[in-house]
């Protein structure tokens, strides 16, 4: 089954600092990466979608996707403190549509 | 459009106890997931459901945890004799059938539960 780890736990950027999220997984053939955000007692917001290796923008939050390096990444131009939330890495297992999750990173913005 | 929406919000339970969670996806979405949340970790699949047909349940408890969607609408997830170790929040998704690899995944609220 994949496996997917995200780095680091947590994370503190000043308002207005870039913030870089890391994940890696096990098996390099699944092609539906996903980043999820999760504000506090609140369900989870689809942030960004990729499925090819590159780059996807999605406003201020940018996908890289390196499928052969197995690691996807989030960064976040421009943080806010309405961005403190954990963010989850989610990947597709095989050809299902189960989702495989990281275990997050608490990502904290500093005004 | 009205997204996922879950009742309860909150559940205290005694161990031994029965509690219901329930579901209701976006309209015309086909495609139900029912996940667990520990506290600190990431949302783990029990069961997934296309219409009213149970794709996965590999991962339900089966001996405490069932989980039906009758006609492919709303769903119910129930745990029969609560144990302190399901703790954690109960998540619903849904998402409409495509292309099984693309389909984007929305989710509710969740349910907290906490057993005593």
């Known amino acids: 089954q994949q496996k997917v780890q995200q780095s680091p736990e947590s994370l503190t950027v000043s308002e207005g600092a870039m913030a870089s999220l890391n994940c890696t997984f096990s098996?390099?053939?699944?092609?539906?990466f996903r980043w999820y955000r999760q504000h506090s007692a609140k369900g989870l917001e689809v942030l960004v979608s990729i499925f090819s290796d590159g780059e996807k923008e999605e406003g201020r939050f940018t996908a890289h996707l390196n499928r052969a390096n197995l690691h996807v990444s989030l960064h976040i131009r421009e943080p806010q403190p309405s961005d403190s939330a954990v963010y989850l890495c989610?990947?597709?297992?095989?050809?299902?549509?189960?989702?495989?999750f990281g275990e997050g990173t608490k990502l904290t913005v500093s005004s | 459009e009205a997204g996922v929406t879950q009742s309860p919000r909150y559940a205290v339970l005694q161990e031994g106890q029965a509690v219901s969670f329930w579901c209701d996806p976006i309209?015309?979405?086909?495609?139900l997931y029912w996940y667990q949340q520990p506290r600190d970790q990431g949302p783990q699949l029990l069961v997934y459901f296309r219409d009213e047909a149970v794709i996965d349940n590999s991962q339900l408890p089966s001996d405490r945890f069932s989980a039906v969607r009758p006609k492919g609408t709303n769903s119910t997830l129930k745990i029969q004799s609560a144990k302190q170790g399901d703790t954690a929040t109960y998540l619903c998704?849904?998402?409409?059938?495509?292309?099984?690899?693309?389909?984007?995944?929305?989710f509710g609220p969740g349910t907290r539960l906490l057993v005593l």
């Open positions: 989610a990947i597709h297992q095989g050809g299902s549509a189960k989702l495989i």
């Open positions: 998704a849904s998402s409409r059938l495509g292309h099984p690899n693309q389909d984007t995944q929305y």
């Open positions: 098996d390099g053939t699944s092609n539906n």
């Open positions: 309209s015309g979405h086909d495609t």
